[in-house]
């Protein structure tokens, strides 16, 4: 299977109607227990037949960075998962499988990786481990703005590099054309899950400067890449069309062309009847209607995404958060906020049967997740929400019905959620700011166009009290690219020393070696300490949800995403 896109930050989870991750930055959820291989779609007896056109759906448009190393949209991940691939694989069970790349370690420090021979980009190059390193370097390079530096500064001399006190990165050896050894700073358990593996063709970019390559057409228009499917037309914002590469090094792919194209949501449902659409992720709130279509299979998946309500603490110095913002840095007013979420009820309104309520800021479907005996439930109870309140010193000081502030002046949760062209979006929200008020919490609610959610989240801005987020965690259930005082990522700006430490003990060998139930241990810990301060309020997790023409075969999934298209075959 393929390994799940990390960052996607954009909370990126799949959080637009396909809530797919996944990165994503998404939504998602579901602990049913799938057979180890995965869940399949429609009949796939026969011998595959080579052949036709397979149009795959986008709900919202592509901010149109096809590349690994720059993109920063779960809807772009959703494009390039079907045009490039990663060195390693990750199994039904999320961990790290040879793929391109195979390796060997005897410390978890010191990694020697060989890449299969005769790999070819879509430009016809053969792959080489100088494509590897080409793309770490970019990472690391000072002029590199995206926060992927994450999964390269781990790397020996890394951060020397990027801070411009060497020329060289000492930690990566390149041996020859298919091999290359990689030193961490220190033994970790997550080195390999966490290391950067999507090479960059140095052909393609050859000249280029790093600061100029995410607007460079070897990113927006002519992308290349290594999987099965290589790019021939973009249209920005509309569609790409793509065609089967015969070289790919897993097999020529059975299907001739990939149609993916930008549609309305509401018209998901008539174009696959119709048989104008052969795949799209969909949001739950049509589920019943694509259900009752006789020639599309429903497929519901477990995800590795969850949805907060975070709280702007703090702000972003470009190296670390500082916790300096105070209007949300009372305890007791973020549990009552929490207490005042009927979250049962939201999930059920919103999520249509396939989503749940989440406890903690690690999705259930991973192994590091507490069981929720050993964590607070936050229970919907108004009343508790209220007391909690009045401790803190929000009272209605007017007689207006609205609480104000400790020191009586006028308080307003000003809250955000990002807008596309879902509608339920808007609904979600207004129901959220309704809980507030009920408990005497003034709210306004602001939505903002998704492209620019997750860039004004990045740079702390100051509009962005409370907000409404996603996140897709990836293979690696570390939660320190999210949540630790220096990740661009940890939207709240919470900073916590216990944090960090639990975090950092987590990924020591010297602490947690290869045991698995120590690490787990600790991240149970940190879950707990998360739970207690509360930087965020976990409200839900859902499922995946995918419909699939029947004239589709072969396609799988599982926990770990789909398969790879050259599997994909249509039934003539």
Not at 38 to 52: A, H, I, M, R
Not at 183 to 212: H, M, Q
Request: charged share 30%.
């Amino acid at each position: 299977m393929k390994k799940r896109s990390m960052l996607m930050l954009a909370a990126l989870m799949l959080v637009l109607s396909a809530f797919l991750a996944a990165c994503s930055g998404g939504e998602k959820a579901g602990t049913k227990e799938k057979d180890k291989e995965g869940t399949k779609t429609g009949e796939t007896s026969g011998k595959p037949q080579d052949g036709g056109t397979l149009v795959y759906a986008l709900d919202s448009s592509p901010k149109g960075i096809f590349n690994w190393a720059f993109y920063d949209d779960a809807v772009d991940s959703q494009v390039l998962d079907l045009f490039d691939e990663s060195l390693i694989d990750f199994d039904e069970n999320l961990k790290a499988q040879p793929h391109i790349a195979s390796w060997k370690t005897a410390d978890n420090k010191v990694f020697d990786f060989e890449i299969k021979k005769g790999v070819k980009w879509h430009n016809g190059e053969e792959l080489s481990v100088k494509d590897w390193e080409f793309a770490l370097y970019t990472l690391a390079d000072k002029d590199y703005e995206n926060s992927r530096f994450e999964n390269v500064k781990t790397i020996e001399g890394a951060q020397d590099f990027h801070d411009g006190k060497t020329d060289k990165i000492s930690g990566i050896k390149v041996i020859d054309d298919y091999h290359i050894q990689i030193t961490f700073d220190k033994a970790r358990v997550n080195n390999l899950e966490n290391v950067w593996t999507y090479p960059l063709s140095r052909k393609e970019f050859e000249g280029i400067a790093v600061k100029d390559m995410p607007a460079a057409e070897q990113v927006r228009t002519k992308p290349v890449g290594l999987g099965p499917f290589k790019v021939t037309k973009v249209v920005p914002g509309e569609s790409v069309e793509m065609e089967r590469f015969d070289d790919y090094f897993g097999g020529k792919p059975h299907i001739e062309k990939l149609v993916v194209k930008v549609i309305d949501p509401s018209l998901s449902v008539g174009e696959l009847k119709n048989g104008t659409l052969d795949m799209t992720s969909f949001h739950p709130s049509i589920i019943d209607q694509v259900k009752a279509l006789d020639n599309v299979n429903v497929i519901t998946y477990p995800g590795l995404s969850y949805y907060y309500v975070g709280f702007r603490l703090g702000t972003y110095d470009g190296e670390k958060n500082i916790m300096n913002d105070p209007k949300y840095q009372n305890l007791k007013l973020r549990q009552a906020m929490y207490y005042a979420i009927n979250r049962e009820e939201w999930v059920k309104a919103f999520f249509f049967g396939v989503g749940k309520p989440v406890n903690r800021p690690i999705p259930t479907n991973h192994w590091i997740a507490a069981d929720n005996k050993e964590l607070e439930q936050f229970k919907y109870d108004p009343k508790k929400a209220k007391a909690l309140l009045d401790e803190a010193g929000y009272k209605d000081v007017n007689g207006d019905g609205f609480r104000e502030d400790p020191n009586g002046k006028e308080f307003v949760v000003n809250f955000s959620h990002y807008a596309t062209q879902n509608p339920t979006f808007e609904q979600r929200a207004k129901a959220m700011t309704q809980y507030w008020e009920a408990v005497g919490l003034k709210t306004k609610l602001n939505m903002i166009d998704f492209n620019l959610y997750y860039d004004m989240l990045d740079k702390a801005d100051k509009s962005m009290e409370v907000y409404f987020a996603g996140w897709s965690t990836g293979t690696d259930p570390d939660p320190t690219g999210l949540w630790s005082s220096k990740a661009l990522w940890n939207h709240p700006r919470w900073v916590s020393e216990e944090s960090d430490k639990l975090l950092d003990q987590a990924l020591d060998m010297s602490v947690v070696g290869t045991d698995a139930k120590k690490r787990k241990d600790i991240y149970v810990q940190w879950q707990k300490l998360f739970m207690k301060e509360l930087p965020g309020l976990p409200i839900a997790e859902i499922e995946e949800t995918m419909a699939v023409s029947k004239r589709v075969q072969g396609t799988k999934f599982d926990v770990s995403g789909m398969n790879r298209p050259n599997e994909w075959w249509i039934k003539q």
